[in-house]
């Protein structure tokens, strides 16, 4: 039950997709395929549905179409207006009287649909019988569901029960999942009328599910709906009863079915009654009223009234009651046709006499109400839905041991598939180990071959670095041979640069990193040893201001070099006569840019040696910014202080 329901509120939901998303196009007169027929091949359309086949049915070329689309637009104009639907089923008579046979054939059960439900049962059944004839063997279940209407109206339950199961062998022998649906849901609403409700609601459901297989929100789905509501009000269940009414409403306003909201807002009466909310039911009843006049149906007023009224003798005004059941008595008139409504109607009428003390009335009332019920719950009746409900019984036994044997194979089935799935799980397994096995292998080779390069390559920096250590010991050897200071103080200055090399190799294979070197700790150590080179650590102070910062090894030597270069120019012109002062150093990165600034508080450009600038340092660096396509900039406002701005192409 709880997954029925579930779907029912699933196919409701699409229905508001559909809404929300925009109707179908169900006429394109330029396709080959110029009508998507309504309720068949699509019910993704809104209320308007009717003008649009209006409008174009007399457009189309094709007559099998057009009569399509005016059997559809006259059948589907009786859920509105019996007698607008009558004017075009007379046109879709007259259109294939000689032309057409089989469409004659189909027109001729709209026409009856539509007769029945204006009380017109002879004229109903007599077109039916006559449409047999003519239309194809998948007309017939429609057809016998049309007449088993007219028989439940004439009070003739087992015979309407007989034409409800010839719909439902013809649906089954042409795969016809509707017709044995509309078959399910004919023989619920007899079984409800019997008072044979847990049957009825059993029907019920079952409708509801074929109708949910077929996969269309119909009228006669949205009327199946209604029926499985009055089981559960019936049988106490409100909760349930309530939902069932509301879907129905849902699909009903969707697509103006207002002999089905005439339908589900009497039963709501009903149940509102029960519940004692007699506002809602005063509401429900007036919207019962307002759709039977809309749709011209004295059938829906004259139940509206009746419903009223059973809602007036509850809360006990009785005189409000009479006045309405005999209203509807009225409009009932003698040859109204179904005793089961009019007997209710002439029952309630005697509650309301009884409840005024006018007991000869009642007698009379309750006298008419036995005749009546005499007709419906005949004993021929009585034995036929009996019948069918050890039919249904037998059915139901031999669907559970189908569904038995088919659950057994399933189960078979089930258990090859688990001990196929069970063994390839096992091989893939298997050939996962060994993957994983094999990956591990490699792994751990790779590991070894990385670290094998890894002790390679920092042994590679070591021995550069002992090599340059080497240079620096031959340049110092070299210069202590040297008398000439100005060739001295270049061996020096050669010596200082190969140690700044030397140093950047060091960190390499000291390092975690093999391919970077953190440039804030480079500095203070490459200071530190140019200042203890020139003996000025107690009077210069080298501040470091920057973040730190990794650059690829192939830009951290030149600019080392640079840096060095710069130190040492500061430290020999920025600060003669033994003046203390500071150097500032900082690198930093901004986006794609590096930022080099060496500056001193020293004398200035200005009163330096003219030889400043003009020596082999002084080219080196333009050697070096160029090299790194950079620009230098020189201030020289208290103190002297190099910007080289460079791409930042090997920045790690």
């Known amino acids: 039950m709880r997954v029925n329901y579930q779907k029912i509120y699933y196919l409701i939901l699409l229905c508001f997709l559909g809404q929300l998303f925009g109707y ?36 189309v070329k094709v007559d099998t179409v057009k009569f399509s689309m005016l059997n559809d637009l006259a059948y589907y104009w009786h859920t509105r207006n019996l007698n607008k639907a009558l004017i075009f089923t007379k046109i879709g008579l007259d259109c294939t009287v000689e032309s057409d046979s089989l469409w004659h054939g189909r027109f001729q059960i ?75 849901s004919d023989l619920s609403n007899l079984f409800w009328k019997q008072g044979k409700y847990e049957s009825g609601l059993e029907y019920g459901l079952r409708s509801l599910e074929l109708f949910e297989v077929w996969g269309f929100t119909d009228l006669d789905y949205d009327f199946t709906l209604y029926v499985t509501g009055n089981n559960y009000l019936a049988l106490s269940n409100y909760e349930q009863a309530r939902k069932y009414y509301e879907q129905s409403i849902i699909i009903g306003e969707r697509y103006g ?12 009466v009903d149940l509102y009654t029960y519940l004692g909310e007699f506002e809602n039911a005063n509401e429900a009843g007036k919207n019962a009223v307002k759709y039977a006049e809309l749709l011209e149906n004295n059938f829906m007023i004259m139940r509206s009234w009746l419903a009223m009224a059973k809602m007036q003798n509850k809360q006990g005004n009785y005189l409000e009651a009479i006045d309405g059941l005999n209203k509807s008595i009225r409009i009932a008139t003698e040859d109204f046709g179904d005793a089961y409504y009019l007997g209710d109607a002439y029952k309630e009428l005697g509650n309301a006499y009884a409840g005024e003390n006018e007991y000869k009335k009642a007698y009379k009332a309750f006298a008419k109400y036995d005749s009546l019920k005499s007709e419906v719950f005949t004993a021929e009746a009585d034995q036929r839905i009996s ?8 059915a139901k036994k031999e669907n559970t041991i189908a569904l038995q044997e088919i659950q057994i194979k399933k189960q078979q089935t089930r258990q090859h598939l688990i001990i196929i799935i069970t063994f390839l799980l096992l091989l893939l397994l298997v050939l996962a180990y060994k993957a994983i096995s094999n990956n591990v292998k490699k792994n751990k080779l790779l590991q070894s071959k990385n670290a094998e390069k890894e002790f390679l390559l920092k042994e590679i920096h070591h021995r550069v670095k002992n090599n340059l250590e080497i240079v620096s010991s031959l340049l110092s050897l070299q210069a202590s041979l040297i008398t000439d200071p100005k ?46 080179s ?7 102070t080298v501040n470091i201001e920057m973040k730190e910062l990794e650059l690829d090894v192939d830009m951290a030597i030149p600019i080392g070099l640079i840096v060095n270069e710069l130190i040492t120019n500061s430290l020999k012109y920025a600060f003669p006569d033994n003046r203390k002062g500071n150097i500032i150093l900082s690198l930093t990165k901004k986006q794609d840019l590096l930022l080099l ?4 508080d020293g004398i200035g450009m200005y009163h330096n040696s003219l030889k400043s600038g003009t020596g082999f340092g002084t080219h080196l660096v333009d050697l070096l910014v160029k090299q790194l396509d950079g620009k230098m900039e020189l201030l020289t406002n208290l103190g002297t202080t190099v910007h080289i701005q460079f791409q930042n192409i090997k920045a790690a």
């Not at 019948?387 to 037998?394: A, P």
């Open 24 to 59: 179908g196009q169900i006429v394109d007169l330029t396709s080959e395929h110029p009508y998507k027929k309504v309720f068949v091949e699509t019910d993704n359309f809104g209320a308007s549905y009717l003008d649009t086949l209006e409008q174009n049915y007399n457009k």
């Open 487 to 532: 060739i001295l103080h270049a061996m020096e200055q050669s010596q200082h640069r190969v140690h700044s090399m030397g140093m950047i190799h060091q960190k390499l294979y000291l390092g975690e990193k093999l391919a970077t070197i953190e440039m804030k700790d480079y500095f203070k150590n490459l200071s530190d040893y140019i200042i203890h």
């Open 257 to 268: 079915f207002y002999n089905n909201l005439s339908d589900v807002y009497i039963s709501l």
């Open 597 to 600: 600034e060496v500056g001193d």
């Open 387 to 394: 019948q069918l409900r050890t039919e249904f019984d037998v």
């Open 110 to 184: 709209t026409q009856g649909a539509i007769l029945l439900r204006m009380e017109k049962l002879d004229s109903a059944q007599t077109v039916l019988e006559l449409a047999r004839t003519k239309v194809d063997q998948s007309d017939l279940a429609f057809l016998n569901t049309q007449l088993g209407y007219v028989y439940e109206r004439k009070s003739q339950l087992d015979k309407a029960a007989d034409f409800a199961l010839k719909s439902i062998e013809l649906g089954q022998e042409h795969n016809d999942t509707k017709a044995i649906a509309m078959g399910y």
């Open 534 to 540: 020139f003996g000025k650590y107690n009077r210069i």
